[in-house]
């Protein structure tokens, strides 16, 4: 099973930005915690990150191609206005996708409660940290 998670932007600034709302782990510290769970689940993933709306629906559209099994994305703010990220989404029927976000989006600011992404996604994982994206891994690797 080869899987791919997408982190959109700021998400590089793990451990920099607003500690009390994202902690205090860096990024490198999610991706070794991916990693090693991917290695645990036996499975192949791929992270990329990007700041940038373009590189990530690239990377959504390669994900058909690459013949991708399912997709963890945390658009980062991209979920509350990016419809040209959900289009890209929506576009892989076939593939699930679960939406990450490691706070819990309802309990902040107003327009973080919208998720445009999120109607065209599997399920949604919030406020559960980094481990919300080793939740999302399991999960479609269960209903696969």
């Not at 793990?14 to 991706?31: D, F, H, M, W």
């Not at 481990?131 to 696969?144: D, R, S, T, V």
Request: net charge negative.
């Amino acid at each position: 099973m080869k899987l791919l998670v997408i982190n959109g932007p700021n998400i590089n600034f793990l451990g920099i930005r607003e500690k009390g709302i994202y902690g205090s782990a860096n990024y490198e510290t999610l991706v070794q915690s991916i990693e090693a769970h991917a290695k645990k689940l036996d499975i192949e993933i791929e992270i990329f990150q990007s700041n940038y709306e373009g590189a990530i629906i690239d990377k959504i559209q390669e994900a058909y191609y690459a013949n991708v099994d399912g997709i963890v994305i945390n658009p980062g703010a991209f979920t509350h206005y990016s419809y040209a990220i959900r289009d890209a989404l929506a576009s892989l029927e076939d593939i699930p996708k679960i939406e990450v976000h490691i706070s819990n989006v309802h309990k902040r600011e107003e327009f973080r409660h919208v998720s445009v992404t999120a109607p065209v996604c599997t399920g949604q994982v919030v406020g559960l940290g980094l481990k919300g994206y080793l939740y999302a891994m399991e999960a479609l690797i269960e209903n696969k």
